[in-house]
């Protein structure tokens, strides 16, 4: 069975600019989630969906916004990109949804802003 | 509001030594908990978790945790490290309540390293 799929590995973009990350997850599950990872705040919660829906929301500014799609497949939106938003973005796929679902990870789209 | 706070930034230890990695939590509800490792450049793998059941979780290569309540902790070990165990370590943490609506809580991570 295929892993979650994270496109594209590497990206560099220009301040202002905007950037869009894709995650395709493990076939069956519905459950998306995103995590920036960076050396000085390490892993933080972006957003997770579920059949579409986007159910929460960690701490970061309306310029991350994301999407998932009736296929589970799902995609971030980082608008106006600043040097700080240089990260790691991992996306992990879960078959449901809940505190007990196990949550699988891509090897994740190393953003570079300069 | 859940946290997790893991002891030690870098843990050392020689082939064939056992392995300690300390993880405290805080959590406003019962809470499950994870051990995820990942390797350089690589994404992160689950080792094992722990979901109310028994409260020695074993998981993948050798590792285990315990669970324990009174103390908040999470301790991940393992009796016998090797080579291929040297990694990144995070403790996770997310709790039951509103059904895991919070998305996982990482720790800073514990990096392990093994001396030949």
């Known amino acids: 069975k295929a892993g979650v799929t994270q496109t594209p590995r590497y990206l560099i973009k220009t301040r202002g600019q905007q950037v869009t990350l894709s995650c395709s997850p493990i076939s069956g599950h519905r459950s998306v989630s995103w995590y920036q990872q960076t050396p000085g705040q390490g892993l933080q919660f972006l957003f997770e969906?579920?059949?579409?829906?986007?159910?929460n929301k960690g701490n970061f500014p309306g310029r991350f916004s994301g999407r998932q799609f009736s296929n589970s497949r799902s995609e971030m939106n980082v608008s106006t990109l600043e040097l700080g938003d240089s990260a790691l973005y991992l996306c992990?796929?879960?078959?449901?949804?809940?505190?007990?679902?196990?949550?699988?990870f891509g090897q994740g789209t190393r953003l570079t802003v300069v | 509001a859940q946290s997790v706070t893991q002891l030690d930034s870098h843990v050392s230890v020689s082939e064939g030594t056992p392995v300690l990695l300390r993880c405290n939590y805080s959590s406003s509800y019962s809470p499950s908990l994870f051990w995820y490792v990942q390797h350089p450049n690589k994404g992160l793998q689950l080792l094992l978790k722990y979901t109310s059941a028994a409260t020695l979780v074993k998981g993948i290569n050798g590792f285990e945790a315990e669970f324990k309540k009174s103390e908040t902790s999470f301790h991940l070990t393992k009796p016998s490290a090797h080579m291929s165990d040297a990694a990144e370590y995070f403790c996770?943490?997310?709790?039951?309540?509103?059904?895991?609506?919070?998305?996982?809580?990482f720790g800073k991570g514990t990096h392990l390293i093994i001396q030949p």
């Open positions: 996770v943490v997310r709790p039951k309540a509103r059904g895991g609506a919070d998305g996982l809580t």
């Open positions: 969906y579920f059949s579409e829906t986007q159910r």
């Open positions: 992990a796929s879960s078959f449901s949804h809940g505190a007990i679902a196990e949550a699988f």
